[in-house]
């Protein structure tokens, strides 16, 4: 059982300074490093797409699928008195243990556990059977990575002019939901959300790879292209940002450090919550829920048990 001496580990110290033993304002999500001069290829290719995809075909694609097993998860308890009184910071205890796993305890890592589902919402003008208009409230959802929490909230980058930035600019709240299957544990957020600092975004932007800038500035993401469109339209930035002095023929890669600024349609947003829950999976589903609340964003938070 993963998790046994967790809790016990978890519980021994009541001194909250002592269970959570990391910076008290501002997780970064530092990545494994990856190669700063790799690029994509140079001519439009189908490479990633050259492996057997092992997915059914559409003629032998089944047509329903049914599930019936049950897990059973078994994480240890989550009790009131292990919860640190702001939310971020127990966020930020989680979130270091699944990035860490812990080997004393015998707690796995999470793969990708900055993955998070990022709901948004727009009023979309209906016409009703009587002809009147009516704004019915729409949502929509996709995953996104978190790249830092500070003391205010929970940072994520994007293009924005996407859907989702345009969703957020006509109404600025959003829901966040981790799942973490190694740990058996769920966050959810909801908020308000702002855009992040210019120089912050760019100081970000300037930490990618060349390969992830060039394609912030070739994707107009969320719009409709024609296959080939955005291949093309990294060779194009390609030319004008890279000097063909510091492009080796054939190989893709760049020689030397490459300047590409941070296009002005593409930053950070920050998700501002007001409503924190943390699940942790127990068996026979009777799983514990603790959802934090704050009436706004200069009161106390309150604390309450959610039945499962
Ligand atoms: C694992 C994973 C991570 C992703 N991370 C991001 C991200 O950090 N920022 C982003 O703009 N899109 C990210 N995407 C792509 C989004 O899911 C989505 O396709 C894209 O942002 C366009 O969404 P929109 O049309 O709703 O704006 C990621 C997708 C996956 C599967």
Not at 265 to 276: A, D, L
Request: hydrophobic share 30%; charged share 20%.
């Amino acid at each position: 059982m993963p998790f046994q001496s967790f809790k016990r580990s978890f519980t021994l110290s009541r001194t909250y300074t002592h269970l959570f033993p990391f910076p008290r304002n501002l997780l970064v999500i530092r990545m494994s490093s990856t190669n700063l001069t790799s690029l994509p290829p140079s001519s439009p290719s189908t490479k990633a797409t050259d492996s057997v995809d092992p997915t059914p075909t559409s003629s032998s694609a089944p047509t329903k699928v049914k599930l019936t097993s049950h897990n059973q998860y078994s994480t240890p308890r989550l009790l009131r008195d292990q919860l640190h009184p702001d939310p971020l910071i127990q966020f930020n205890a989680w979130f270091t243990l699944a990035l860490n796993g812990d080997e004393s305890t015998h707690t796995p890592k999470v793969h990708e556990p900055e993955a998070m589902a990022l709901s948004t919402v727009t009023l979309t003008s209906t016409s009703t059977s009587t002809q009147s208009k009516v704004s019915i409230p729409i949502p929509s959802t996709r995953i996104v990575l978190l790249k830092a929490t500070d003391s205010q909230g929970f940072l994520f980058y994007t293009n924005y002019t996407s859907r989702k930035s345009q969703e957020l600019l006509e109404n600025p709240y959003a829901s966040l939901c981790f799942y973490w299957r190694e740990t058996s544990r769920q966050v959810r957020v909801v908020g308000r959300v702002e855009k992040v600092d210019r120089s912050d975004s760019e100081a970000y932007f300037n930490s990618r790879p060349v390969g992830s800038r060039l394609g912030a500035w070739a994707s107009p993401q969320s719009t409709v292209v024609q296959d080939g469109e955005v291949q093309q339209r990294v060779e194009d930035v390609k030319k004008r940002f890279i000097p063909d002095t510091n492009l080796q023929q054939g190989g893709g890669q760049v020689q030397g450090e490459i300047e590409i600024e941070c296009p002005e349609f593409w930053g950070g947003w920050r998700v501002i919550p007001f409503e924190v829950e943390f699940w942790s999976g127990q068996p026979s589903r009777l799983h514990d829920r603790f959802r934090y609340t704050r009436s706004d964003e200069a009161s106390e938070w309150i604390i309450d048990r959610l039945a499962p």
